[in-house]
């Protein structure tokens, strides 16, 4: 990518865009029996898991607006990069109180960094964008959402290399990522990206070797994890970084570790590859 491109894609730095949801019960009772979870069934005042609002506020672009890969045509809110291959890349989140079932809740979002870096398979362009959402109690969460875009892989390039993950877990769940567990989450997040159910596609086009497991999905199963056993704490804040595609074709693992006030979390995929890497702070 050359200079005028990046300085076109840096004019997005600082657009805001404001949006308003009602936090519904079905979402919620939605994601629970995903998930396999004996939640009780929501009700007005109940208060949202972390990372559940992602439930909410999801992209409602309309059908002739989507381009090939499934997502919304370039542009917009978000900035047009003109590489093929868009992922999440990670986030922090401030939990600063609940959000609860029956709540209108506005979400502002603002374009707080575009960066262009090179990486051994091609250009990569990150865009964070920062998410405050109220109630009208008052500022609930605050987020920092990381997108990278990069190119296809040119034939014959190195893949990167992976990194072990860790072996020292006090608790972990196996996860066996099947097609129907993905399209659930893709349809409760209205997330229309290909790689996620359209085994042709990703294969096919973007070369993949199966279905990618939403890397949203892996954060929410890491902090699943963590409310699974140590169900009387409350997190604070956390941040996750997705290190490696994680694929339908194999399970792979959620694991945790406690240390004080401080929880590490991670993903590790059946060849015993770090896939992602989380850090919570509870209480």
Known sequence: MNTPDLNHLRDWIGRSETRQDLLTATPVAALSATLDRDDPAPVPGTALPPLWHWLYFTPLTRHSEIGEDGHAKRGGFLPPVPLPRRMWAGGRLDFLQHLRVGESVQRVSTIKDVTVKEGRSGAL???????ELSSTRGLALSEEHDIVYRDAPAPGAPAPEPTAAPRDEQFS???VPDPVLLFRYSALTFNGHRIHYDRSYVTGVEGYPGLIVHGPLIATLLLDLLRRNL?????????????RPTFDIHPFTVCGKVDGKTVTLWGRDHEGWLTMQGSAEIE
């Open 231 to 243: 169900p009387d704490a409350s997190v604070k804040r956390f941040s996750f970084k997705a290190v």
């Open 125 to 131: 362009v990150f865009v964070c964008v920062r998410h």
């Open 173 to 175: 769940r196996e996860i």
